[in-house]
């Protein structure tokens, strides 16, 4: 099978990893966002995907656990050498469940050989850190990784949700081909010291939930409920008085959208593309008329006049509700 949709390339900061400009984010196919989805839709979704000029999945072993990598590995077997796959490493698993953190050097190369066979590569295009272990010296899982580039099991290594100070020790290291962290039109954090330590050191940025876990769609509102195991019942951001409170941005993206002929969406995501040519939002979906939707963002063009209309809008309105409950915003930003 041969990709035939053509989507603009972008160079993950200074490395040679070349991928479209919109990633696709495996992770709520299995995991996260309520009942895993049917295999045979979610196959036949990555490989839409693959024609419509994405050639960027991202998944992780903890997705599941396991069930999201060997979904990616079986979607797109046909099209091997022509995507780029990143998974991560980084949580112990232990029984099927997530049990706190482990980069031990020992454990990321057992991560790497069971990815491997997962994912039914012959190397991992990019393996991250998912989150930072405060046990284990940065330098040594960046040196672990090290050795998996030397020995042609992994191609580039990235971090999530890091700090600048453990970015900068990594990177002196193994250089860090992207940071993958949440950033989106209602989540801007990463630009006060984030985004120019990323500048300054050639790294490239994959934002997540960059339309706000499905917020900034404009389909959501205080009366949505959400499935018992759908991860956004625990956020603090997503209780109803907040979701309510934060209708106001969204209404105003929803007007301004509409003007530039486009969906709320497809203007938070070239809003993304905008900020910087190394950036590439992951936004996922198990729904084929929103990867349609998605795709589109990546041609719609923004005017600096637009661009300063939205951060003055943006900048007017306080979002409501913290982006994490504590136990897991503990785990960020280190």
């Not at 693959?50 to 997705?63: L, N, S």
């Amino acid at each position: 099978m041969a990709a035939s949709g053509s989507m603009q390339k972008r160079r993950l900061g200074r490395s040679d990893l070349q991928v479209s400009a919109l990633g696709l984010g495996c992770m709520g196919m299995s995991y996260g966002y309520g009942p895993a989805a049917d295999t045979r839709e979610m196959v036949a979704l990555i490989r839409t995907a693959v024609e419509r000029g994405i050639t960027f999945f991202d998944t992780a072993e903890v997705y599941g656990p396991f069930t999201n990598e060997e979904l990616v590995g079986e979607a797109l077997a046909p099209f091997r050498g022509q995507v780029a796959i990143a998974t991560k490493f980084g949580f112990k698993i232990e029984a099927g469940k997530q049990n706190g953190l482990d980069s031990r050097p020992a454990h990321i190369r057992q991560v790497a050989e069971a990815s491997l066979n997962r994912l039914k590569v012959d190397a991992i295009d990019l393996f991250y850190q998912h989150r930072v272990d405060p046990n284990v010296p940065i330098e040594d899982v960046a040196g672990a990784v090290k050795d998996l580039i030397r020995e042609g099991k992994v191609r580039h290594f990235g971090l999530s949700e890091a700090g600048v100070q453990t970015i900068r020790r990594a990177h002196a290291v193994q250089p860090v081909t992207a940071l993958q962290s949440e950033y989106s039109l209602w989540w801007r954090e990463p630009e006060a010291e984030v985004l120019p330590t990323l500048e300054e050191l050639g790294i490239g940025f994959v934002p997540f939930s960059p339309l706000g876990k499905g917020y900034l769609t404009g389909k959501i509102d205080e009366n949505t409920t959400f499935d018992s195991s759908d991860f956004r019942n625990v956020v603090p951001r997503f209780t109803a008085e907040n979701r309510k409170a934060n209708l106001a941005f969204v209404e105003w993206l929803t007007k301004f959208a509409a003007r530039k002929k486009a969906t709320p969406a497809q203007i938070a995501l070239a809003w993304l593309l905008a900020r910087k040519p190394w950036i590439v939002p992951i936004p996922g979906t198990t729904k084929l008329h929103r990867l349609e939707e998605n795709v589109g963002a990546a041609a719609v063009e923004l005017s600096s006049d637009d661009l300063r209309e939205i951060d003055r809008a943006a900048s007017e309105i306080t979002v409501q509700g913290a982006r994490y409950p504590a136990h897991l915003q503990q785990l960020v930003g280190r």
